[in-house]
């Protein structure tokens, strides 16, 4: 059985991230979505939170397992009993930052393989920081994230508590 992990904070997810997760699904027998937590970001939701966002955002696809983990992304992707590191780009910027951290990874543990997969055009512009400023500013955020993150965000942005 190869199964994959696809790691990220997703805060939140997009439907750039739903692409490539459905993606990887056609490829992998399993796809292990690992929300990782970052110590450097503050997040606009918990780790439950976007756990259970995912989950709800990824229940179409049937051999997706959603999980979360901090620490060493090789240790995680070990536990899971992986050996292949799935990472979404959407331009140049990105594939500079994720090219090296795939080096990193492979320099560390050499059976972990990194593949990138491009999202399709038209989530390209699509980033997690930019739906939180766009919605931080009453911007639409309709078809740019799955319809139970949008009344999530939204409901978010009505506490008043959370700032960019």
Known sequence: MQIAVCPGSFDPVTNGHVDIFERASVIF????????????????????QRVELLKESTKHIKNIRVD??????NEYVKRQNANVIIRGL?????????FQRALLIKKIDSE????FMMTSSEYSFLSSSGIKELAKFN?????????CVEIKIKQRMNENSYNI
């Open 29 to 48: 027998d399993e796809v292990v979505i690992g929300v990782f937590h970052n110590p450097n970001k503050k997040p606009m939701f918990t780790m439950e």
């Open 68 to 73: 979360s983990f901090s620490g060493l992304l």
């Open 90 to 98: 959407r331009a140049t910027k990105d594939f500079e930052y994720e």
């Open 112 to 115: 972990i393989e990194t593949i």
């Open 139 to 147: 911007g639409n955020i309709k078809g740019l994230v799955p319809e």
